[in-house]
Nanobody, 127 residues
Framework: QVQLVESGGGLVQSGVSLRLSCVADGFPFSIYTMGWFRQAPGKEREFVAGILWNGGDTAYADSVKGRFAISRDDLKKTVYLQMNSLRPEDTAVYYC????????????????????WGQGTQVTVSS
């Protein structure tokens, strides 16, 4: 049974940093690309960042490029999202996700390419 558990969210002021973690279980983590998405109230879920199964490539939404960084630790079966210079518009529930397809040559950026989702962690940035 696939399990993805996010943590690290919270209420912070604009400009500070947070690091989100997502611990995976129930599947061979090291051969799966992983992604982070977010959903703000009243908005569609959107792609934030993704990392290739071998760590050889990453992708980011334009809105977070240069501020956020995704990484993975296969020994800990954990994917991280380091979020710097947070802004009020980053306020959302953040989800990690894994696809059904193993390996692959690109980072998946569409939500329908991912099949398994965590429960989400709330990030609130005050101005």
């Amino acid at each position: 049974q696939v399990q993805l558990v996010e943590s690290g969210g919270g209420l912070v002021q604009s400009g500070v940093s947070l690091r989100l973690s997502c611990v995976a279980d129930g599947f061979p983590f090291s051969i799966y690309t992983m992604g982070w998405f977010r959903q703000a109230p009243g908005k569609e879920r959107e792609f934030v960042a993704g990392i290739l199964w071998n760590g050889g490539d990453t992708a980011y939404a334009d809105s977070v490029k240069g501020r956020f960084a995704i990484s993975r630790d296969d020994l800990k079966k954990t994917v991280y999202l380091q979020m710097n210079s947070l802004r009020p518009e980053d306020t959302a529930v953040y989800y990690c996700a894994s696809p059904v397809r193993r390996w692959g040559g690109r980072v998946y950026m569409e939500s329908d390419e991912y099949s398994y989702w965590g429960q989400g962690t709330q990030v609130t940035v005050s101005s």
